[in-house]
């Protein structure tokens, strides 16, 4: 240790250190809490669209697993797919190719998750702006922490911010750094709080994979154009039936089996 | 899932000792700052948080043990591995094979579209007979 | 005795896979009790969720076990807990069950027939077009039920019961497609493979009883509905091995003496595809019969094979 220590007030633990922290947590569940007070409850979606969702599933399965099928079952299927996803048997919404484009601002659902954005947004960033502000202006330029390692001098820039200090040793955190630490930090320390949400989030993820294209949405592609897509993968496909050779396959697999018999 | 006493003495008995070895730490680095001398840590320290760590390990992996099931003929199933599932799905469609209720049970039960007038009517008509 | 968990896991999957749907009642009876008993012993060790998924359980089993105030009772529990949430689908489907069990099936009507946009009701609504009574009458029951599918393309449930429906009164052919209609969604359901080769079998026997000539095309075309039916028991084997329903399906049709008899007539005239069959049958036949006798129980083997003989 060549350079001598710098000493810090005992009592910055208890009055600047810990209350970032604290006051980090209490902020963070109570974003949480509003945001969940703020989501809409689910909608139910119109019936129509689901069908139109589902056949456009039940074509890309149809693409994916068409092994399942015999010859000439596949060839039906085929033949009625190509047909209908041609036609506009399935739309949600069939329209009229001479309207003019509508005004996406005017469109009810695209306001409803501009809405909700916005919403999320904004429960994101006003409290966090807050908390910068007061740890700034209360504890602008702190030194509160020595950390318990040694480490280079690339994280200078992060673990002192708003210190002017250029040869500070970099095992000094700055208050603002602190506050920054918390900020990426405090996620475990929140799931850990409010333990089911944890698992809700995962289930919203696990959701969010297994959910239907997003057809005719705000930012999503148009009906008519998934459907000719898949109407022109459905016409280049070429089959191949599970059922082909199945029972040599077996046998063999059981061979050994037979010949002990 | 099924945490047993086995499992909460390990993790407790390994808790304690990684507590011990960061406070004997704790007050050796203390000592050796006074003196002025740094050293290098005791063995005996890092050879207890070594073995603090294997024993929580040990009871963490003893904590995923496969619950027992149980049959709809009311046998008790013990599942074929002890920790983890099987991977394939040969093998691991056998527990619930086994259970009686497949996982694809939903297909064949068709619970939304329950005849319930009917299956109340059969109910009835078996504690009929079943009084004669 | 097994552990609360064991029997909470238990009680858990026959919830979750609605197999009580199809207990017969002294196992409605047994299961009804068991779960009351254990409800009232440890009901209260049970995360919230568990314990209401349970308390749904209880309510269809007491309604099939004719105990309705127990139903009642349970139903309103279920009420008070989420009663201001007027847009579950899941409650008013209960409702609606509990009404039409008791006799006021206009009433069960009128609860699920306001949104169309309630896929969950709309498929209950389905079953309003079904003879209650006597299930064999289905056509307008069919009907509906493509009219749901048509809006609701993708629903297997859906599909399995149209399926099943068809299978009923003897349109194996659409029951086949049903059929294949999930497995091109999901293609690893090894108990619709079964299905499926149960009705091409179901398809073989109608057609073999109007058979009156034993002219080659058509033994032939027999032979290819056999074929169908053996390749899809095959399958269900390849995904799963130990599944004691396909290999007794392979059994069963390896088995058809009288058949095969008219068959090898025909492979001793000549035939290539027909010779090859017959000797796939005849491996495919030691090997399945040492399958079944490695674990299949002799009890098991009576209740497959009833489905069988239709």
Same mark, same amino acid.
């Given at each position: 240790?060549?350079?001598?220590?710098?000493?810090?007030?005992?009592?910055l633990k208890?009055?600047?250190?810990l209350?970032i922290?604290?006051?980090?947590?209490?902020?963070?569940?109570?974003?949480?809490?509003?945001?969940?007070?703020?989501q809409?409850g689910p909608k139910?979606e119109?019936?129509?669209a689901?069908?139109?969702?589902q056949?456009?599933?039940?074509?890309a399965?149809f693409?994916?697993?068409n092994?399942?099928?015999?010859?000439e079952?596949?060839?039906?299927?085929k033949?009625?797919f190509?047909?209908?996803?041609e036609?506009?048997?399935?739309?949600a919404?069939?329209? #009229?190719?001479?309207?003019?484009?509508?005004?996406p601002?005017?469109?009810?659902?695209m306001?409803?998750?501009?809405?909700?954005?916005a919403?999320?947004?904004?429960?994101n960033?006003?409290?966090?702006t =807050?908390?910068m502000?007061?740890? %700034?202006?209360?504890?602008?330029?702190? @030194?509160?922490?020595?950390l318990?390692?040694?480490?280079?001098?690339?994280?200078?820039?992060m673990?002192?911010?708003?210190?002017e200090?250029?040869?500070?040793n970099?095992?000094?955190?700055s208050?603002i750094?602190?506050?920054?630490?918390?900020l990426?930090?405090l996620?475990? @320390?929140?799931?850990?709080?409010?333990?089911?949400l944890?698992a809700?989030?995962?289930?919203?993820q696990?959701?969010?994979?297994?959910?239907?294209?997003? =057809?005719?949405g705000?930012?999503?592609?148009?009906a008519?154009?998934?459907?000719?897509?898949e109407?022109?993968?459905?016409?280049?496909?070429?089959h191949k039936?599970?059922?082909?050779?199945?029972?040599?396959?077996?046998?063999?697999?059981?061979?050994?089996e037979l010949?002990?018999? | 899932?099924?945490?047993?006493?086995?499992?909460?003495v390990?993790?407790?008995?390994?808790?304690l000792?990684?507590?011990?070895?960061?406070?004997?730490?704790?007050?050796?680095?203390?000592l050796?700052?006074l003196?002025?001398?740094?050293? #290098?840590?005791?063995?005996d320290?890092?050879?207890?948080t070594?073995?603090?760590?294997?024993?929580?390990?040990?009871?963490?992996?003893?904590?995923?043990?496969n619950?027992?099931a149980?049959?709809?003929n009311?046998?008790?199933?013990i599942?074929?591995h002890?920790?983890l599932?099987?991977?394939?799905?040969k093998d691991?469609?056998?527990?619930?094979?086994?259970?009686?209720?497949?996982?694809?049970?939903?297909?064949?039960?068709?619970?939304?579209?329950?005849?319930?007038?009917?299956?109340?009517?059969?109910y009835?008509?078996?504690?009929?007979s079943s009084?004669? | 005795?097994?552990? @609360?968990?064991v029997?909470?896991?238990?009680?858990?999957?026959?919830?979750s896979?609605?197999s009580?749907? %199809?207990?017969n009642?002294?196992?409605? =009876?047994?299961?009804?009790?068991?779960?009351?008993q254990f409800l009232?012993?440890?009901?209260?060790t049970?995360?919230t969720?568990?314990?209401?998924?349970?308390?749904?359980l209880?309510?269809?089993?007491?309604?099939?076990?004719?105990?309705?105030?127990?139903?009642?009772?349970?139903?309103?529990?279920l009420?008070?807990q989420?009663?201001?949430?007027?847009?579950?689908?899941?409650?008013?489907?209960?409702?609606?069950?509990?009404?039409?069990?008791i006799?006021d099936?206009?009433e069960a009507l009128?609860?699920?027939n306001?949104n169309?946009d309630?896929?969950q009701?709309?498929r209950?609504l389905?079953?309003?077009?079904?003879?209650?009574?006597?299930?064999?009458?289905?056509?307008d029951?069919?009907?509906t039920?493509?009219?749901?599918?048509d809006?609701?393309?993708?629903?297997?449930i859906?599909?399995?019961?149209?399926?099943h429906e068809?299978?009923?009164?003897?349109?194996? #052919?659409?029951a086949?497609?049903?059929?294949?209609?999930?497995?091109?969604? #999901?293609?690893?359901?090894?108990?619709?493979?079964?299905q499926?080769?149960?009705?091409y079998y179901?398809?073989?026997?109608?057609?073999e009883?109007?058979?009156?000539?034993e002219r080659?095309?058509k033994?032939?075309?027999l032979? %290819?509905i056999?074929?169908?039916?053996?390749? %899809?028991?095959?399958r269900?084997?390849? =995904?799963?091995?130990d599944y004691?329903?396909?290999?007794?399906?392979?059994?069963?049709i390896?088995?058809?003496?009288?058949?095969?008899?008219?068959l090898?007539?025909?492979?001793?005239?000549?035939?290539k595809? @027909?010779?090859?069959?017959?000797?796939?049958?005849?491996s495919?036949?030691?090997l399945?019969?040492?399958?079944?006798?490695?674990?299949?129980t002799?009890e098991?083997y009576?209740?497959?094979?009833?489905?069988?003989?239709k």
């Amino acid at each position: 240790m060549s350079t001598p220590d710098l000493l810090l007030d005992p009592q910055l633990k208890y009055w600047v250190l810990l209350p970032i922290s604290f006051v980090m947590v209490l902020v963070g569940l109570l974003r949480s809490n509003a945001t969940y007070l703020l989501q809409p409850g689910p909608k139910l979606e119109e019936f129509k669209a689901l069908r139109e969702k589902q056949f456009l599933k039940r074509a890309a399965c149809f693409r994916q697993n068409n092994g399942v099928l015999t010859k000439e079952e596949f060839e039906n299927r085929k033949q009625y797919f190509t047909a209908t996803l041609e036609s506009n048997e399935f739309y949600a919404i069939v329209e #009229d190719p001479n309207a003019d484009p509508a005004n996406p601002l005017t469109d009810p659902g695209m306001n409803d998750a501009l809405m909700n954005m916005a919403k999320g947004n904004v429960m994101n960033y006003i409290p966090q702006t =807050i908390i910068m502000a007061w740890v %700034n202006y209360f504890f602008a330029g702190f @030194v509160i922490m020595k950390l318990p390692f040694p480490l280079t001098d690339g994280f200078k820039q992060m673990l002192q911010t708003g210190i002017e200090t250029p040869d500070l040793n970099v095992r000094y955190v700055s208050s603002i750094s602190w506050y920054f630490v918390n900020l990426f930090g405090l996620r475990p @320390v929140y799931s850990l709080l409010m333990g089911d949400l944890a698992a809700a989030e995962l289930m919203n993820q696990q959701q969010q994979q297994q959910a239907l294209p997003n =057809i005719g949405g705000p930012g999503g592609p148009k009906a008519d154009k998934l459907f000719k897509a898949e109407a022109e993968n459905i016409q280049i496909l070429t089959h191949k039936s599970i059922f082909d050779g199945i029972t040599e396959r077996v046998l063999e697999k059981y061979a050994d089996e037979l010949k002990a018999l | 899932m099924a945490t047993s006493s086995s499992t909460l003495v390990l993790y407790f008995v390994g808790i304690l000792l990684l507590i011990h070895s960061g406070y004997s730490s704790y007050e050796f680095h203390k000592l050796s700052s006074l003196s002025h001398h740094s050293q #290098d840590l005791p063995q005996d320290i890092l050879l207890e948080t070594l073995i603090g760590i294997v024993v929580i390990v040990i009871g963490g992996i003893s904590s995923i043990e496969n619950p027992n099931a149980l049959s709809l003929n009311g046998e008790l199933i013990i599942p074929e591995h002890k920790y983890l599932k099987p991977i394939q799905m040969k093998d691991s469609v056998k527990l619930n094979e086994k259970i009686g209720i497949s996982d694809y049970e939903d297909l064949n039960s068709r619970l939304p579209f329950i005849n319930i007038v009917k299956k109340r009517k059969e109910y009835d008509d078996f504690i009929k007979s079943s009084e004669q | 005795m097994a552990d @609360v968990n064991v029997v909470k896991n238990n009680f858990l999957l026959i919830a979750s896979s609605g197999s009580f749907a %199809n207990f017969n009642p002294p196992q409605l =009876i047994y299961y009804h009790d068991k779960l009351q008993q254990f409800l009232l012993s440890s009901g209260d060790t049970l995360a919230t969720v568990e314990l209401f998924n349970l308390y749904e359980l209880q309510f269809y089993l007491a309604l099939l076990t004719k105990n309705d105030i127990e139903a009642k009772t349970v139903l309103n529990k279920l009420l008070d807990q989420f009663g201001n949430n007027k847009k579950s689908q899941r409650l008013k489907l209960l409702q609606s069950i509990y009404l039409e069990a008791i006799g006021d099936k206009e009433e069960a009507l009128n609860l699920i027939n306001r949104n169309p946009d309630e896929i969950q009701l709309a498929r209950r609504l389905v079953t309003f077009s079904r003879m209650n009574e006597n299930e064999d009458d289905n056509e307008d029951y069919i009907e509906t039920l493509n009219y749901f599918l048509d809006l609701q393309p993708s629903d297997l449930i859906a599909w399995s019961e149209l399926g099943h429906e068809y299978s009923k009164i003897g349109h194996y #052919d659409k029951a086949i497609h049903c059929f294949k209609e999930i497995l091109l969604q #999901d293609s690893f359901i090894y108990p619709i493979y079964y299905q499926v080769g149960l009705n091409y079998y179901y398809q073989f026997l109608q057609e073999e009883k109007n058979l009156k000539t034993e002219r080659k095309d058509k033994l032939l075309e027999l032979m %290819n509905i056999l074929i169908n039916a053996r390749n %899809n028991f095959l399958r269900a084997i390849e =995904i799963f091995d130990d599944y004691p329903k396909g290999w007794v399906g392979i059994l069963t049709i390896t088995k058809l003496n009288s058949f095969n008899d008219k068959l090898k007539k025909l492979s001793d005239g000549g035939l290539k595809e @027909v010779k090859q069959y017959l000797e796939q049958n005849e491996s495919l036949q030691k090997l399945s019969n040492s399958k079944v006798e490695e674990f299949v129980t002799t009890e098991e083997y009576g209740s497959i094979i009833k489905q069988f003989s239709k």
